[in-house]
């Protein structure tokens, strides 16, 4: 069964506006670490953030912001401002015991931003 | 400092060899973990080693993939009898313990 649904396959923005990227997860454990990744057309995948379960601060770096509920458990991603350079896939993941090592990714949601 | 490095980034092989695809994790890392990314598939988990402890081997699809890590550090991800459903880009992480992972460029397989 899918852990981390991502159900927005492909969103496509004009420059400057706002793009959020939905998560859901799914885990019977009360500790859990979440993550977003990257994967610009280059390929390789860049680490954005990790959040574990405890803590539901919802966070801000720079034009990224995270939203973390865990009574709805979603992890959503929004964008502010979107560039250009922020065109990319963009995955949701999961980690949870025994298997912390493991990351049970998302589909990914594909984001284009046109100038 | 040098991130993680796989070799070959292409490889095309006949259905039927081996292959062998190499990482070279981040100097200090003491975990590596290999994962596979297919258009249908999406981004799969295969294996991950962590210290000295046995590797965690639940994500392998078949007992066609090994993957070994010599003196805690490269790592050899080996498929045998390669078939066309093993194409795919493959991709090593490492991290420090407890800590996120960091990504290669991958490697490009494509069976004929």
């Known amino acids: 069964a899918q852990k981390v649904t991502q159900a927005q396959t492909e969103i496509s923005v004009v420059e400057k506006e706002d793009v959020t990227l939905d998560c859901v997860y799914e885990?019977?454990?009360?500790?859990?670490?979440l993550f977003w990744y990257k994967q610009p057309p280059s390929g390789e995948l860049v680490f954005l953030i990790r959040r574990n379960s405890f803590d539901e601060q919802n966070e801000i770096s720079g034009r990224y912001s995270w939203n973390f509920q865990k009574s709805t458990s979603s992890f959503n991603f929004t964008i502010t401002a979107s560039q250009v350079v922020d065109s990319a896939v963009y995955f949701c993941a999961l980690s949870e015991p025994p298997s912390w090592g493991k990351l049970q990714f998302g589909a990914g949601t594909q984001v284009v931003v046109t100038p | 400092g040098a991130g993680v490095s796989q070799s070959p980034s292409n490889k095309v092989t006949e259905k039927g060899k081996d292959v062998e695809l190499r990482c070279d994790p981040i100097?200090?890392?003491?975990?590596l973990y290999w994962y596979r990314q297919s258009l249908g598939q999406g981004l799969e988990f295969l294996i991950y080693?962590?210290?000295?402890?046995?590797?965690?081997k639940s994500g392998l699809p078949s007992d066609r993939f090994s993957a070994e890590r010599t003196g805690g550090s490269v790592s050899t991800l080996t498929i045998q009898r390669t078939q066309q459903e093993d194409s795919a880009v493959y991709l090593c992480?490492?991290?420090?313990?407890?800590?996120?992972?960091?990504f290669g460029d991958g490697t490009r397989l494509s069976i004929l």
């Open positions: 885990t019977r454990d009360t500790t859990y670490y």
């Open positions: 992480a490492s991290s420090l313990v407890d800590q996120p992972q960091h």
């Open positions: 100097s200090g890392h003491t975990a």
């Open positions: 080693f962590q210290g000295n402890s046995a590797p965690d």
